[in-house]
């Protein structure tokens, strides 16, 4: 059974950094197409971060040069590295990932992906 837990969220002041962590079983996340998304309240939900099988990363244009997805295969865990933090980067924060290991094209769209993590929440204050 698919599983994806997100912790490391928190409230953090404009310019600090936070990590999370998304950590899966079930599966092996070196497998999958992964990523990383937002949702403000009253906002739709949209894709932050992408991680390919190859390790080949894409970002949203408004994270570009501050944040930073990688994965721990031995750990089975991906993480978001979040610096310089703004207040519009306030939201709770999914993990999630894709159908299956075909699916491995750049892709922040949320309907690509299938499988989601309950979100960790994120606050920057200004």
């Known amino acids: 059974q698919v599983q994806l837990v997100e912790s490391g969220g928190g409230s953090v002041q404009a310019g600090g950094s936070l990590r999370l962590s998304c950590a899966a079983s079930?599966?092996?996340?070196?497998?999958?197409?992964m990523g990383w998304f937002h949702q403000a309240p009253g906002k739709e939900r949209e894709g932050v971060a992408g991680?390919?099988?190859?390790?080949?990363?894409i970002y949203a244009d408004s994270v570009k040069g501050r944040f930073t997805i990688s994965r721990d295969n031995a750990k089975n865990t991906l993480y978001l590295q979040m610096n310089n933090l703004k207040p519009e980067d306030t939201a709770m924060y999914y993990c999630a990932r894709r159908q299956g290991p075909l699916w491995d094209g750049p892709s922040l769209a949320v309907g690509d992906y299938n499988y989601w993590g309950q979100g960790t929440q994120v606050t920057v204050s200004s």
């Open positions: 079930g599966y092996a996340v070196s497998n999958y197409y």
């Open positions: 991680i390919a099988r190859s390790g080949m990363t």
